[in-house]
């Protein structure tokens, strides 16, 4: 198998609806696989991919585990020379999937790459970054609700960001092979990161291609409201990053 699809949803069946659909043009190529990771969502999206996309391979888990665990379980079913992470708020695209497999192809030393994301609008969002720290999380925290919009540089050419945001990751197999399946002690974020900087310290290199774009509706559950459970989920998460890595700042 050559490519390895892996999604996961948890109650966001408008979202998976037209994810799904934007992924159709991969019933053409041949080695391709999707599969769907429903992290206990409540809303019809089983019902909804086993009666309209039956070709998709199915794991239901009975409950919310957290980000690093459902992709990991897609990870573990997957058969592909390289596995790509999608958001299910994510409108994929023949050009850019096949464009950041190609590249794969002809640098055997990079073990991630990612492309560039935009909002229905086509306005660019940052999704390479700065591995997170303390001051870059209030940072953001408090643009969102002052509505400050943080300034961010549009790449022109290729580049190695510290890490990619894990809304559209292709990986290499040898990667996970070398560095180890997501930390499932991350529930939700910044697992992204801490899987970049360990494939990074295996030696493989974690590349942006701005001349690849998908959409990415860009949910920012936490963001919405800093004091739900799932952001106390989110913020536990972040100070186990710290620690794990010695990143404060």
Known sequence: M???IVLISWNSLPYLKACVNSLQFTQEWENTEIIWVDNGSKDGAAQFIIKNYPHIRRIILPENRGVAYARNRGIEKASGKYILFLDDDTIANKEAIY?????????????????????NRNEVQKSA?????????CRNILCSYTRKKEKNTVAISEYEPEYL?????????????????????????????????RVRKCGFRIVYLPQFSIIHHWKRITNR?????????????????????????
């Open 225 to 249: 409201n800093i004091f739900s459970r799932l952001a106390f989920k989110h913020i536990r998460a972040l100070l186990y990053f710290y620690k794990k890595h010695h990143r404060y700042f």
């Open 129 to 137: 970054k700065e591995y997170p720290g303390i001051s870059i999380k």
């Open 165 to 197: 945001i894990g809304a559209c990751q292709l990986i290499r197999k040898e990667a996970i092979d070398a560095a180890g399946l997501l930390d499932e002690h991350i529930f939700y974020g910044p697992e992204d990161a801490d899987f970049c900087l």
């Open 99 to 119: 464009g950041m497999t190609a590249y794969m192809d002809f640098h055997s030393e990079t073990g991630i790459c990612g492309c560039r994301l935009t909002n």
């Open 2 to 4: 050559r490519l390895s």
